[in-house]
């Protein structure tokens, strides 16, 4: 399987660089050639009778001879009626009277560049990759009680899809029956403009929160100094092929770095069901949570609603996250769960730090459901935790949730981080994927790419709790491949002579042991770690496999009792299997029966919640080709590694 997996990889091809798409035709790729076939512009002028009006937009901008091009796009093209609509919204006279950029603005926000996406795709949820507008675009469905219930797709929950799936040989064509909406609006101004959830609304003001939600794109950030040349291309990672032959596997850099939160909100009907018609309500009902939680606190910060320690601030910045966060892939794609994730054994989970310090949110995803501080398997929860509801017209309604710099979701019940969640909703292993440890791998598009074949490579200076040094030393995000062996089939690839540094999430005080997940390959190096500056032991080399000696790794038999002895002989080295739960996808056999998925316990340490914990990983070897597949980090409790009944290997 390693052989094929370093095959696989050694056939990634050279992938053109894409640049933002401005006001001229700068950005339209000069290797692209004019297919002969029906294309999607010729599509588009074969309904000219009903898309007239869209074709005349694009003609006003250089994206209706892109759409001639080779490419893979996803076009959504209004009705003659939609645009009709538009120009009596807005007071344009007619199409000429649009000003250059708000047509162009127009036009980006109905095509997306770097994918065909058909509704068979998708289903409900949002498209992996934004408009050219570098806006996302969503798909929700409901259904037509005056057709036989037959299903009707909106794109933004406002566009309805009259017609879709119209594939073309360079993409895909939906005609919608109105102009898609790119809100403008920041976050807290959605949310407020929402009438379901004026008391949150009223708190977020309150406490200030509001304010922090309101930054979008950092204009110190430099992209490249020719966005026309390779400058957006980088050799990411180099992997030495079975042949002896070498490839790179290409990364490329975001254009923008964008800030993006996401907010997980009650509706007032939810307050209502526990008697909070108020703000002062509310206020009482945090205080009444918060003082519990944080005794120490308790009446200190009550006239200051501003202050991070005030128990409505508690409250509200625990609803919050500085990262986008789609429901579809809050834990992983729905495509891959349901191809990788024995849901028999364990739930599909993901821990985030919320903006109240010192604090994580448990996602779980049960069912096909998303919850949030769930405690169990399947239907066998200990504690229920809070529903997600999701973004489709059956369980969130018509309103458009999303704003210009994130998104909300609404919940069905009131979420805090209560006495029992610190104690016993985290009372558990702590497995945290490798990609959420900065929002910025979120907030880029790096995240969730479900099928790209490269990297995207993330600036050095421009990564939220990540440091990064050294000679050549890079950070990059595989994006969400089937094939690749590691957990949620991504990693998080580091090269160079590196020393690089990132904040652990916060976790309730307790001994925990600190464990690395990563894959092993000859193309690897030797990385030394430090907690706090503090050695873990000594470097672990990348490149052994669990059957060396050193290691200890032995491949299950059907005797229980042998496969506990031998993961107790390999813990005793240092080591543990990888995951019993997760396979990659199209295999039979889970990460455990692999000997390079490995976890390296490295330190066991008492970790104190109020304290601020950063691992060091520093690359010993003088090799600046050399990487470090990153998969994720465990923290897992002296209560689960040290108790009676043993650790599940799942």
Partial sequence: MMT???????????????????????????????????????????????????????????????LSTYGNFTVFAPTN?????????????????????VCDTLVRTHIVKEGAYYTTDIGEGTLPDPNMAKSDISLTLDYDSTNNNSIRYYANKTARMIEYDDSVTNGVVHIVSSIIRRSSDMLPDVIESDSTLSLFSQALRLTGMADSLMKNIDETYVWGSDKKTQDSLYNGILVRCQSGSVTHVLSRWPETRYFKYTAFVEPDSVYHRHNIYTIDDLIAYAKKVYDETYPEDAGKYDDNPRHRKNPLNRFVSYHLVNRILRYDDVIMTKQLISKTWDLKLSDPEEFYETMCP????????????LYINRKGVLNRASIRGVKVLA???????????????????????????????????????IRVDANTLSPDFANCGARGRYGHDDLVGLRSNYITDWTVRGTNAYVGLHSDVGYWNSYKANAVCVSGI????????????????IRLGYT???????????????????????????????????????????????????????????????????????????????????????LDENTTYNLRCRQVLEDDQCYWSFDFIELCPKSIYGSPQGEDIY
Wanted: net charge negative; proline share 5%.
């Fill in 4 to 66: 094929k997996f370093n095959r696989i990889l050694c056939a990634l091809c050279v992938i053109g660089s894409f640049v933002a798409c401005v006001d001229n035709d700068d950005d339209i790729p000069e290797n692209y050639y004019v297919s002969t076939k029906m294309t999607a512009a010729q599509f588009l002028q074969e309904n000219e009778a009903r898309l007239g009006d869209f074709i005349t937009l694009l003609k006003r901008t250089p994206y209706f001879s892109l």
């Fill in 81 to 101: 009626e939609a645009v009709e609509a538009y120009l009596e919204e807005t007071g344009y006279n007619t199409i000429e009277n649009i000003p250059t950029e």
């Fill in 358 to 369: 010192g604090t994580l949110m448990r996602f779980a995803f049960p069912n096909e459901e």
């Fill in 391 to 429: 973004p489709s017209i059956t369980e969130s309604g018509k309103t458009n949730q999303d704003a210009v710099n994130g998104t909300y979701h609404y919940l069905d019940d009131i979420l805090a981080y209560t006495t029992q969640v610190r104690e016993e909703v985290f009372n558990c292993r």
């Fill in 498 to 513: 590196f020393d690089v540094t990132f904040k652990l999430p916060p976790v309730p005080s307790g001994t925990y042991e």
């Fill in 520 to 606: 092993v390959g000859e193309e690897r190096g030797v990385v030394q770690f430090y907690l706090n500056n503090e050695p873990c032991g000594i470097p672990v080399d990348l490149r052994t496999y669990g059957g060396d000696p050193t290691i200890g790794w032995v491949e299950d038999t059907d005797d229980k009792e042998e496969n506990t002895a031998n993961d107790k002989a390999m813990r005793n080295h240092g080591y543990m299997k990888g995951l019993g739960a997760y396979h990659n996808e199209g295999g039979e056999n889970p990460l455990r029966a692999n000997n390079w998925n490995l976890r390296r316990i490295l330190t066991t340490q008492y």
